[in-house]
C-alpha cells in the first residue's frame, strides 16, 4: 500500500528548484475523467476531497501512475512519486 500527499507535493518547478504544491483537484479530476472501474472512480473522488494523505492500494496506485504520466508533464509526474512513501496494511483491516 502507498500513500501520498497530494495536497502537498514537492513539485520540481525549475532545475533543482522545489515548490510544495495542492494538486488535489487536478489530479482528481484527471483520475476520474479516465476512470474505467469504481474503484478508480471512487480514488479519483478520495483524491478530490482529501485533506489529509491518502492510502492507494498498490494495483491501483500502478493505474494512476499511468494516468498520471499520460494526463500531467513529467515534473508532476516525478512529484507524486518523490512524495509517496510506502505503508503496510494493518493485519485487522485485511
Do not use: W
Amino acid at each position: 500500500m502507498k500513500r501520498v500527499n497530494f495536497k502537498e507535493l514537492s513539485v520540481e518547478i525549475e532545475i533543482d528548484v522545489y515548490e510544495t504544491m495542492d494538486f488535489r483537484k487536478e489530479i482528481g479530476n484527471a483520475i476520474h475523467r479516465q476512470a474505467v472501474t469504481i474503484p478508480m472512480d471512487e480514488l479519483a473522488r478520495k483524491i478530490y476531497h482529501s485533506n489529509e494523505p491518502v492510502d492507494i492500494e498498490d494495483e491501483e496506485y500502478g493505474l494512476m501512475i499511468s494516468v498520471l504520466s499520460k494526463s500531467f508533464s513529467l515534473m508532476l509526474y516525478q512529484a507524486v512519486e518523490r512524495c509517496t512513501i510506502e505503508v503496510k496494511k494493518d493485519n485487522k483491516e485485511g
